[in-house]
């Protein structure tokens, strides 16, 4: 039930995932969304016990389910770790993580051919886990997670206050505490396997309890500061075309009105040569700058305007600011002109 659970909200990440697939320059964690996803998925008892009768009923399985656990869990700490470091340099390959990932994977098979695990199982460790093979198979693929998980939720925790948006400051702290309850479940699966190779029942059913929560926890955290950045990315996105669309719409009257006297100095080169932020907001610094070369040239121009027409340029002038555009900080010069119409509205 639980991997039926947890295999789902990660299912449900990797579709939030896939809408800005074809933009994102890093799939990291598209990728290791879905290897997490379809390792999870392949441990629900019905599909398990399905697909390992289909490879033999030796539990092969299981082997391919952890091998694709791990390589997820790698992909998404080099994402994490990515995403931290604050830059756009293009994405170099960890020769070294990708080694380490290889020599995991090959102790995890090598460790597997010395289990006697005859009969397929939707509790391997649990029916198997008294062969000491068995405990040192779980062992690497958990001390391995532990380690990067570890070292994942450390960076989360440390660079989460560098961050300039807020929503990718509350993506770092869930991705951390998801991270704090992922070793969680590491040291608790550590334990029962110790405790299973010393016979000890209680400890493992009460360890059990712990990783059956923990475990939960951890994807929900973790997918839920995952999902956040591209969720939130495109309300921002959705939210300001509404607002350049409306500053457009009003602009365009205040541009008509302002030029009218000047339209030989109306600039006739395209937006595009203009080359910082979207069309939509080179159009309006384009368009800005119109309004206060016409104002600045010829003052008495600003009686065509009225109030609402100066809170437009307010607003425009605002809007460029805060996108990163320096060049239209001249409505004050704008507002100076006005200032010299006596009888200006």
Not at 201 to 212: E, G, N, P, V
Request: with cysteine; hydrophobic share 50%.
């Amino acid at each position: 039930m639980i991997q039926a659970v947890t295999a789902t909200v990660i299912w449900g990440l990797v579709l939030c995932l896939l809408p800005g697939a074809r933009t994102r320059k890093d799939h990291s964690i598209l990728v290791a969304a879905v290897a997490i996803a379809a390792a999870l998925s392949l441990n629900v008892d019905p599909i398990y016990l399905a697909g390992d009768r289909a490879l033999g009923g030796h539990n092969v399985l299981d082997l391919l389910a952890n091998i694709l656990m791990v390589v997820g869990i790698y992909f998404l700490s080099q994402a994490i770790l990515r995403a931290a470091e604050l830059n756009d340099a293009p994405v170099r390959r960890d020769r070294r993580g990708l080694l380490i990932l290889a020599l995991v994977s090959v102790g995890l098979v090598l460790a597997f051919l010395l289990i006697e695990a005859p009969v397929s199982s939707t509790k391997f460790m649990f029916d198997y886990g008294d062969q000491p093979a068995a405990a040192l198979y779980s062992a690497i693929q958990f001390v391995y997670i532990g380690a990067v998980v570890g070292v994942t939720g450390y960076v989360c925790f440390r660079f989460r206050r560098r961050m300039a948006a807020s929503y990718f400051r509350v993506a770092f702290t869930l991705i951390g505490i998801g991270c704090f309850l992922a070793l969680v479940v590491v040291f608790s699966v550590l334990g029962m396997d110790l405790a299973h190779l010393l016979g000890d029942q209680s400890t493992m059913l009460q360890l059990a309890a712990i990783y059956d929560t923990s475990f939960v926890g951890a994807m929900f955290f973790l997918c839920a500061g995952l999902a956040l950045p591209p969720v939130a990315r495109r309300i921002v996105q959705r939210t300001q075309h509404k607002t350049q669309a409306g500053l457009l719409e009003d602009l365009t009257s205040t541009w008509e009105k302002a030029t009218a006297t000047r339209k030989d100095g109306r600039l006739t080169t395209p937006a595009g040569v203009i080359e910082r932020g979207d069309p939509e907001t080179r159009r309006l610094h384009r368009m800005l700058v119109e309004i206060e070369d016409a104002l600045l040239m010829d003052p008495a121009a600003a009686n065509l305007l009225n109030e609402a027409d100066f809170q437009t340029l307010t607003r425009t002038e605002h809007y460029l600011a805060s996108h990163g555009d320096t060049q239209g900080g001249r409505l004050g010069m704008a507002r100076r002109g006005r200032g010299k119409n006596p009888s200006g509205r």
